[in-house]
């Protein structure tokens, strides 16, 4: 298993520009996640997924868009970049369980110049 | 009040000591909880799980009190290679789903 998979890695974008965020987790989990980290801070969520078809605003999801398509994928639309928007995304996973954890993927680091 | 507190430290604490960290949770009905370790630029990642009884993992021991609605997390004999951020985890039902609050993490620096 890959676990959580997050692409890009890194990204510089200018302000007003879009992009969209990919993760995919392979491990068949109904639960994804979206959080943003600042530097020094802790994680935000910015939306989540009980599973395909459905996605639910977390505590920061002005700016953002999501789809849940398939159970597997679940990304993460930007349509106009923002300097405040500069972050660590973190995409997360677990299976449906209040005693499961969460797999998260290595991030993406972005800049909104 | 925060749903989930921790102190953000930084502790800094020699190699060979031992560290506590706490946390506390406000929710009563919250059923699961964890300790995660998030190394700097890094993902968070499990540590451990926290059951009632209490639970160790080599140098680590977590400890649940649920009528105090706090977590605790001791690291004995501290290594250079401890020193992260360690993030307490609390999970609950919300509406039906699964709900999963992380703490803002306390930093640990294990100074030579």
């Known amino acids: 298993n890959a676990g959580v998979t997050q692409t890009p890695k890194f990204r510089i974008l200018k302000i007003g520009q879009s992009m969209t965020l990919q993760c995919t987790q392979d491990m068949n989990h109904n639960y994804m996640y979206w959080y943003r980290q600042d530097p020094g801070m802790g994680l935000k969520l910015i939306y989540y997924?009980?599973?395909?078809?459905?996605?639910d605003k977390g505590e920061v999801p002005n700016g953002y868009n999501v789809s849940r398509s398939t159970t597997e994928d679940f990304p993460l639309r930007l349509e106009l970049a923002a300097p405040s928007q500069t972050s660590v995304y973190f995409c997360?996973?677990?299976?449906?369980?209040?005693?499961?954890?969460?797999?998260f993927g290595p991030g993406t680091r972005l800049t909104v110049l | 009040r925060k749903e989930v507190e921790q102190d953000p430290g930084p502790f800094n604490v020699p190699e060979g000591a031992t560290v506590a960290f706490n946390c506390t949770y406000s929710n009563s009905a919250s059923q699961s909880f964890f300790w995660y370790r998030q190394d700097c630029r890094k993902e968070p990642k499990l540590l451990m799980s926290?059951?009632?009884s209490g639970n160790e993992d080599g140098r680590f021991t977590a400890q649940l009190n649920r009528a105090s609605q706090y977590i605790s997390l001791l690291i004995r004999d501290s290594k250079l290679s401890d020193s992260a951020t360690y993030l307490c985890?609390?999970?609950?039902?919300?509406?039906?789903?699964?709900?999963?609050?992380f703490g803002t993490g306390t930093k640990l620096q294990v100074i030579p």
């Open positions: 926290v059951y009632s």
């Open positions: 997924s009980v599973g395909a078809g459905i996605t």
């Open positions: 985890v609390v999970n609950s039902y919300s509406g039906g789903y699964q709900k999963v609050t």
């Open positions: 997360a996973s677990t299976r449906a369980g209040t005693t499961d954890t969460q797999y």
